[in-house]
């Protein structure tokens, strides 16, 4: 069985690569300087789950964390 | 000049400027990481190899014990006189330096760009579509990131043959020839200043302009010095190491067939391609500065020496990727350190990312059937940044 899942970026991890925001656009958003945070309250809409994953698999500084609610 | 001594024990005398290294240093890396995750030099006065993944990290975010004051290993350490905010700053300048550049290139920025650098492709195409050979890095690949970044600086496409000449003595023949890179970067420093110089008089609407009117952590205008030391960064990083990403990727491409046809047949595998490319052949290794003593996944580290970073090597490392040395097109999974880890994260990822996928894109576009020229040969570059510098390649389908 498996919650409701929200991606979180650890502002103190993102050097703005931008992978998550290239793999799952919908679940990313970029500041001005290109660092990435979670859109909204990090939300993954269903559907859209095995984006956040892949997007969490590619993050070369493993600043993406998934929480299961 | 002496050349150097030809290496003959990889593992305590290495030398990443020997002719074996520039041809196909994967087999060395391998060696090397199957005894230590870091090797040790004498040459170059003392260097540094970490070739695990997690050893180039563990360097990369280590800012305290190894500064980036010096991000060349060269011949000779002469006293720093010219920075190139921010790769060659450490925290905390570093940060308020970087974020000065970053705005530029976002991936939206970067959109914007992109119609100019299309054309750029075909322009450069157009001049070879006909031929039966060509020598794709000097006739293509060499050209697409340097007319780019002249875009964006705002300064003339034709001027870019000059760029060329002074990253060339700049990055290859600087490590061994000191004054040919201190003249490279005074040539460099003049031709930057003329503009400058032109834009306190008409502004305009390009990054030059940008980085005069940008202002530093206390509110103030940057120095032309700061200036001019970014401007230089950009051409010097901008240049040949997307020539050389894009050239990998197209020799790659031009070499495997079963990949070309896929790429052509699927071209929604583009970005996993790309990610791929910039794993198995990422061109750029930076260095550091050991500033005090350490350990390095449990090796010991002295002062008064470099350590070459090698994200190419972490990229081949089979601890962190399946089957490191195969090119999977569509790699899932692709933590690469192509750009750098931590706070150097280079600044042009994006411009990188956009430049190649454009270029591969248009190339297959226009020449989906191509191979290497069997009768030619394959040069690649020597040093801090690898890629090929002559690529024949026939095209067409086989006749």
Excluded at chain 2, 162 to 179: A, M, P, Q
Excluded at chain 2, 238 to 259: E, M, Q, R, Y
Excluded at chain 2, 388 to 397: D, E, F, S, T, Y
């Amino acid at each position: 069985m498996s919650g409701k899942l929200r991606v979180h970026v650890d502002q103190d991890k993102c050097q703005g690569h931008s992978r998550c925001k290239a793999l799952a656009p919908e679940l990313f958003d970029l500041d001005e300087f290109g660092n990435a945070h979670e859109a909204g309250d990090g939300t993954v809409p269903p559907g859209l789950e095995d984006k956040a994953y892949l997007a969490k698999s590619n993050c070369p500084e493993l600043a993406i964390d998934i929480i299961e609610d | 000049m002496n050349k150097p001594a030809p290496v003959t024990d990889w593992v305590h005398d290495f030398d990443h400027t020997d002719p074996r290294w520039t041809e196909n240093p994967f087999p060395i890396w391998d060696e090397l990481r199957a005894e230590c995750p870091v090797v040790h030099t004498e040459r170059f006065l003392g260097v540094y190899l970490p070739t695990t993944y997690e050893a180039v990290k563990q360097v990369s975010y280590d800012t305290e014990h190894f500064s980036s004051r010096r991000v060349i290993v060269r011949n000779v350490r002469p006293e720093i006189t010219q920075s190139a905010p921010p790769i060659t700053s450490d925290p905390p300048a570093h940060k308020p330096a970087k974020q000065l550049l970053l705005p530029p290139f976002t991936p939206d920025a970067m959109k914007k760009l992109e119609p100019r650098v299309r054309e750029i492709c075909n322009e450069l195409i157009d001049e070879f579509i006909n031929d039966p050979k060509v020598d794709a890095a000097a006739r293509y690949t060499k050209h697409i990131p340097v007319r780019a970044i002249a875009h964006m600086l705002g300064i003339p496409e034709k001027d870019s043959e000059l760029f060329i000449k002074w990253i060339h003595e700049i990055l290859e023949l600087g490590i061994t020839d000191d004054e040919a890179m201190v003249r490279a970067i005074h040539e460099m420093s003049s031709y930057f200043i003329g503009h400058i110089e032109a834009r306190k008089k008409h502004p305009t609407d390009d990054l030059i302009s940008t980085l005069m009117h940008a202002k530093d952590k206390d509110g103030q205008p940057l120095s032309d010095m700061h200036v001019l030391g970014s401007l230089r960064l950009l051409l010097i990083a901008g240049i040949d190491t997307t020539w050389s990403a894009i050239g990998a990727s197209l020799w790659h491409l031009a070499k495997t067939p079963a990949d070309r046809e896929r790429l052509v047949a699927e071209p929604q595998l583009m970005p996993t391609a790309i990610e791929e490319f910039l794993r198995a052949y990422a061109p750029v290794t930076m260095a550091r500065e050991v500033m005090k003593e350490t350990t390095i996944s449990g090796c010991p580290i002295k002062p008064g020496n470099m350590v070459l970073l090698s994200f190419p090597a972490a990229n081949r490392d089979p601890a962190m990727f399946p089957d490191a040395d195969k090119v999977v097109i569509d790699r899932k999974e692709n933590r690469h350190a192509a750009f750098g880890l931590g706070i150097h994260r280079c600044v042009g990822s994006n411009l990188a990312r956009m430049e190649m996928t454009v270029a591969i894109e248009e190339w297959l576009k226009r020449i989906p059937d191509f191979r290497l020229d069997p009768t030619g040969e394959v040069k690649w570059s020597e040093g801090t940044v690898r890629g090929p510098r002559q690529l024949p390649l026939l095209l067409g389908k086989p006749r």
